[in-house]
């Protein structure tokens, strides 16, 4: 009886000591998010009450300083076990060797079948294997002066080929233009829904060819020789845009959802959009990524990715992306989602289908940051033409 008694005492101390430690197991997790109204605690809050065995602490990290914050955490050995990450951030994680492979553990999760569809496609690494779990997105989309169409008798363009006609039919310059392109840094996106639809790649033998070059030239046409766009269009960024849409300036822009609610607030029901138009009979559109990842080095693996796997569920994922101001990666949320008005949660839905990332590597890296725009001001300023501007670019994809 007396050895029992010392082994039912042990079992206790060993179950009362097996209890703290799992009480002791933290995750540290890094984000970042601008708005005042930061749900994140609320969220801390929920997940711990289910989870009284894990603690979370959270940190908001400012945008401006993320990356160069977490690579730094990551070379010293201080990294947080879980964080926000964006896909072109991927490849140089991966070569680090900084990022816990996710796919068994989604194909596990019983939350997979309400991710929207080609998320995980989307976000695959470029290995193939699943390193991120996404946790926002928006989708680039034609945004449209409904009241400008209205006022012209027409209907929002389907094919690149309206979309010409119509930029041209709703210009009165110097008061109006059809479209606001955006030449300036950033504005690659826009360029690709007329150049990458028509089949040009960041690939090798992608960009020289008569067809990509000829799909440029027929953007560069429309600020040189129809008009349709405005001659700040070379500098104009992104407040120059939204900016020229709220005010008259231009009929047509091209953005994502971000901006619905602003535009809303300015303009009320004279603002619209749809999906951007088919080229040849094909979309191309940018996919805007935000997605949850565990590190490598995280000795608490199985509590971060109770964790991440609990943002990305419909009503707490909710809960996140009304604050970021971006849509939730959840079906179920994605059918009662009241943050921004349907017709542009409509837009962005119906582009999900044809939305696409560029190649993960260096080279695009530069092709977004410095290249593309220098390339595109010079030739909408004849600087140099269309297939020398292609040519250059296409140097930075060689075999």
């Known amino acids: 009886m ?3 008694k010392g082994l039912t005492a042990a079992l206790g101390l060993f179950t009362a000591l097996g ?9 540290r997790f890094w984000y970042h998010v601008d708005n005042p109204e930061n749900p994140m605690s609320a969220l801390v809050e929920k997940f711990e009450a289910a989870n009284p065995d894990i603690t979370i602490e959270a940190e908001n990290v400012p945008w401006n300083s993320y990356y160069d914050n977490l690579y730094t955490a990551l070379v010293g050995g201080n990294a947080p076990d879980a964080g926000m990450v964006k896909l072109f951030a991927q490849p140089r994680l991966v070569e680090m060797g900084a990022l816990e492979p996710l796919g068994e553990r989604i194909e596990g999760w019983a939350g997979k079948d309400d991710l929207l569809d080609n998320l995980l496609t989307l976000n695959a690494g470029p290995d193939g294997e699943s390193y991120y779990l ?3 997105y928006v989708v680039l989309y034609l945004y449209y002066r409904t009241d400008l169409f209205q006022a012209a008798g027409l ?4 094919t690149c080929e309206e979309f010409r006609t119509d930029a041209k039919a709703l210009t009165k310059a110097p008061d109006t233009y059809g479209f606001g392109l955006r030449a300036g840094k950033g504005g690659w996106d826009q360029w690709g829904s007329f150049v990458f639809s028509q089949g040009a790649k960041l690939a090798p033998g992608g960009l020289d060819n008569d067809k990509a070059i000829a799909a440029n030239q027929w953007l560069v046409d429309m600020f040189r020789t129809d ?8 500098n104009d960024g992104f407040q120059e845009i939204i900016g020229a849409f709220k005010s008259g300036k231009t009929a047509m822009t091209i953005h994502h959802i971000g901006s619905s609610n602003d535009l809303v607030a300015a303009l009320g029901d004279k603002v619209s959009a749809v999906p951007v138009p088919k080229c040849d009979g094909q979309a191309w559109t940018s996919y805007g990524d935000e997605s949850l990842a565990i590190f490598a080095n995280s000795e608490v693996k199985d509590a971060a990715w109770k964790w991440i796997s609990f943002l990305a569920e419909a009503d707490n994922n909710v809960a996140f992306t009304k604050a970021t101001n971006q ?3 959840s079906k179920a949320g994605s059918k009662n989602w009241t943050a921004h008005e349907q017709r542009f949660v409509d837009a962005t839905m ?3 289908p044809f939305a696409a990332v560029l190649p993960q590597s260096s080279a695009t890296a530069d092709f977004v940051n410095t290249e593309w725009q220098t390339a595109f001001q010079q030739a909408l300023t004849g600087q140099i033409t269309s297939k020398e501007m292609m040519v250059r670019l296409q140097g930075l994809f060689t075999e």
């Open 19 to 27: 209890l703290t430690a799992a009480q002791a197991e933290t995750v």
């Open 2 to 4: 007396t050895h029992l």
């Open 327 to 329: 849509l939730t990666v």
């Open 227 to 234: 008009g349709s766009i405005p001659p700040s269009a070379p």
């Open 350 to 352: 119906q582009s999900l």
């Open 155 to 158: 209907e929002p363009p389907k």
């Open 134 to 136: 996404p946790i926002q």
